[in-house]
Structure formats: structure tokens, C-alpha cells
């Protein structure tokens, strides 16, 4: 008799344990760490995997997280992951696609810059250096009619650089 009391002792003791599992995918109330995506392992369904260097992947690990909301219309367009042209990072978001420097199939009166898509009535500025700069279109002065490095000439200590596709980019620091 003793020893069934000594068993149900032991019973009712593991019955009150809390026998969950901190941050087991199951249980996402507890998840306490983004979870981390590569092109071979994509994140959960409906989730957005998001990658530092806009290398889609390419230079190493992203973090996954929930697609953007509430979008508005506001440039400059961005090149996604999938080689798709977005309206701006927050509808790339919204689609689950992180924005991309890989090629991207833009109109001819576009080019690329980065990750961002400016129309080539404009200059791309980058801005604040690294790790993570700012980029913008912007537009060139309507008396400039050339669209290249002399309309920019004296911004930023005269570093534009002339982009392959056509358009150029200015470096700030």
C-alpha cells in the first residue's frame, strides 16, 4: 500500500509540471525569436522573409515576419526577389517579396539603382553610407535636358557614377 501512495504521489506531482516547450513552433504565443530563412528553407506560410542586403538570400540568412499592411502609394519603386517591379518596399512587403539588387525587368524609360526603380527623367541619390543608405529618385532640373553626370555636376562633391542600364547615381556621405 505504501508504495502505490509513493506512486500516486509522484503522478500528481508530474501532472501540475508546466511541460511546454519554450519556442517550439507549435506553440507560437512563446515564440520569443524570429525565425531565420534562406532561399531553401522559406519561411511559414504567409510570412515575409526579409534579408539585410538585398541579396535575396545570397550573402547569407533573413529573419522571417509578417508581411507589411497598409500600404500607400509613395515611390520609388523597388525590384523584388521574384524579378517582379513593386510600387514601393511597403506593397513588396504586402505581396511577401524582400527587395532585391539583382536585376529586375524594367521599362525602357527606367533604370535601376540598387534595390530602387527611378524613371530616367530623375538621378538616384544615395545617402549615409553603410551598412544600409538611403536611396532616392530625384528628379534633374527641368533646364538640364541631358540627363546624365553634368546635371548634377557640384552635388556631393561630384560623385556620380553612370549606371550601365542608363541613369546615374550620386553618392553622399
Known amino acids: 500500500m505504501k508504495g502505490l501512495g509513493l ?12 511541460w511546454t516547450v519554450p519556442n517550439h513552433p507549435a506553440d507560437a504565443s512563446n515564440e520569443t525569436q524570429a525565425a531565420v ?8 506560410s504567409g510570412q515575409l522573409c526579409t534579408y539585410g542586403d538585398h541579396a535575396c538570400g545570397g550573402a547569407g540568412a533573413g529573419v522571417c515576419g509578417a508581411p507589411a499592411t497598409g500600404c500607400s502609394a509613395t515611390a520609388p519603386s523597388v525590384c523584388g526577389c521574384n ?19 539583382a536585376a529586375c525587368a524594367v521599362a525602357t524609360e527606367h533604370f535601376q539603382c540598387e534595390y530602387i ?19 532616392s529618385c530625384i528628379p534633374f532640373d527641368a533646364s538640364c535636358t541631358a540627363h546624365d553626370c553634368t546635371c548634377v555636376s557640384g552635388l556631393c562633391m561630384n560623385s556620380c557614377t553612370p549606371l550601365p542600364a542608363g541613369g546615374v547615381e550620386v553618392t553622399c556621405p
Request: proline share 9%.
Open 37 to 44: 530563412c534562406t532561399p531553401s528553407r522559406p519561411c511559414p
Open 7 to 18: 506512486a500516486l504521489s509522484f503522478m500528481a506531482a508530474a501532472c501540475s509540471l508546466d
Open 83 to 101: 524579378g517582379t517591379v513593386y510600387a514601393n518596399v511597403c506593397q513588396a512587403g504586402a505581396a511577401a517579396v524582400d527587395t532585391a539588387k
Open 117 to 135: 526603380v527611378c524613371i530616367k527623367s530623375s538621378y538616384c541619390e544615395q545617402s549615409g553610407g553603410t551598412p544600409a543608405p538611403t536611396l
